[in-house]
């Protein structure tokens, strides 16, 4: 990081000096630290100067500009690593005030104006969450760029060999449930546009199938021991440590899915009857009751570690700007810094590892299929059944015998 003697007065920033002591309180309120706050100065420094040069006032900004501003700062060494930044804040900012005029959005591509009708149509009329809209939209709006170029985009010039060859091209770069997500996504926009008499025909049967057997895997998961080893491993002597291991418990407790636990908020913890209310897949919410020894961690958190601030998450980040997780994607990446600071080896390393574990222990347990269903809140048995693949001592007695009397 850049060393920093002072921030300077406010009369060196130029036609920013009236707006500088608003940034500088915003950017203290979302915890950033006292040395960015000074790289963040500097930057505004040098762009207020460049705007008091070329005698250019607030309501003359425009991205051009600040990217013209921006290039001359990190030609010359000035806050090279928080340039960009400083100034997309700054001019969120200045349009919020009302001191800098919004930006006029450009006229969407013939493509564009499909993908967002097609993503109004999946959620005011197949109400879909919005989870799955932004899957499918990320789907159709490649198949589109690598079918169309923007001066000659036409729908109706599609055909099967288009939509197999796309498929062939991307179903492998990803997991298998991404595939499937991949294949569906293609199959729901191509009915939308047969339904809107944008093509002929149903081009949706060109879609092949994708090879993805029932109960072909068996869940990853780890031993009661393992669980305990990698809760043990938490730094609880550190206020990060302790957000970790109470969303490690959480996980490994509850069964909860790392989306699940990013989304869950203050309200959502009924302390006096100990049980905190989820939303999982499909919006649907659930009542889950909330153990005294996972409370008690959450408690201790929520009194003496969880920063300050508006936001009403029950889990925030450690970086600035301080808020709640984007996604479950940050709880996946705790459970993988738990798993090597634990040094425990697992082929999956996610957070559905811990719950896929808790299922895995009740089973062993003497729990049935049903209960498990109801405690993981699945939709379907056939969900639950393929717990039923890690009970090996009940496998075995329906082993058949083998020729010559050995089982």
Same mark, same amino acid.
Request: hydrophobic share 40%; glycine share 8%.
């Given at each position: ?7 300077? %007065? ?6 920013? /000096?009236? @707006? ?11 915890? @950033? ?49 928080? #340039?960009? /930044? ?49 899957? !499918? ?5 490649? *198949? ?7 001066? +000659? ?6 055909? &099967?060999?288009?939509?197999?060859? *796309? ?13 499937? %997500? ?11 546009? !047969? ?37 043990? !491993? ?11 291991? &109470?969303? $490690?418990? $959480? ?31 499909? #919006?649907?919410?659930?009542? $889950? ?10 408690? +201790? ?13 029950? *889990?925030?980040?450690? @970086? ?12 996946? /990446? ?17 957070? !559905?590892?811990?719950? +896929? ?47 010559? #009397?050995?089982?």
């Amino acid at each position: 990081m850049t060393k920093l003697k002072s921030i300077p %007065s406010g009369g060196s920033f130029g036609p920013l /000096s009236p @707006y500088i002591n608003s940034y500088l309180t915003q950017i203290k309120e979302q915890g @950033y630290a006292v040395g960015s706050i000074y790289e963040q100065t500097y930057a505004l420094k040098i762009f207020g100067r460049w705007l008091k040069r070329t005698g250019r006032g607030v309501r003359d900004l425009n991205e051009a500009a600040t990217c013209k501003s921006l290039q001359r700062a990190v030609r010359r060494g000035y806050a090279k690593n928080a #340039g960009w /930044s400083t100034l997309r804040r700054l001019t969120a900012m200045l349009r919020q005030m009302g001191a800098m005029p919004a930006t006029i959005p450009a006229r969407p591509s013939p493509s564009e104006q499909l993908t967002c009708a097609y993503e109004r149509f999946l959620l005011r009329e197949r109400n879909l969450s919005c989870k799955t809209v932004v899957w !499918h939209r990320r789907f159709v709006s490649r *198949f589109l760029s690598e079918r169309f170029d923007r001066a +000659h985009f036409n729908p109706s010039n599609l055909s &099967a060999p288009d939509v197999t060859e *796309f498929v062939r091209r991307h179903v492998q770069q990803g997991s298998p449930a991404e595939a499937k %997500s991949l294949l569906a996504a293609m199959r729901s926009f191509l009915r939308y546009l !047969h339904y809107k008499g944008l093509i002929n025909g149903d081009l949706s049967l060109a879609v092949p199938t994708v090879a993805r057997w029932s109960f072909s895997t068996v869940p990853k998961h780890l031993s009661p021991e393992q669980v305990r080893q990698v809760l043990r !491993h938490c730094d609880r002597g550190t206020a990060l440590g302790r957000r970790d291991y &109470a969303i $490690l418990l $959480l996980l490994a407790r509850l069964g909860l899915r790392a989306g699940e636990v990013a989304r869950l908020n203050l309200e959502d913890i009924d302390w006096e009857n100990a049980r905190i209310t989820v939303c999982g897949k499909g #919006g649907k919410w659930a009542q $889950l009751p909330l153990p005294a020894d996972v409370a008690r961690v959450m408690a +201790h958190y929520l009194r003496r570690d969880r920063p300050r601030c508006a936001c009403r998450r029950v *889990f925030i980040r450690d @970086y600035a700007p301080i808020g709640g997780f984007n996604g479950g994607a940050a709880v996946a /990446s705790i459970v993988k810094r738990a798993l090597t600071r634990a040094e425990v080896v697992s082929a999956r390393k996610g957070a !559905h590892l811990l719950r +896929h574990s808790l299922a895995t222990d009740m089973l062993r347990k003497g729990a049935s299929l049903d209960e498990i269903g109801e405690v993981l809140r699945h939709k379907s048995p056939d969900t639950t059944a393929i717990y039923a693949k890690v009970d090996l001592n009940a496998l075995k007695t329906l082993a058949l015998p083998w020729p010559g #009397g050995v089982r």
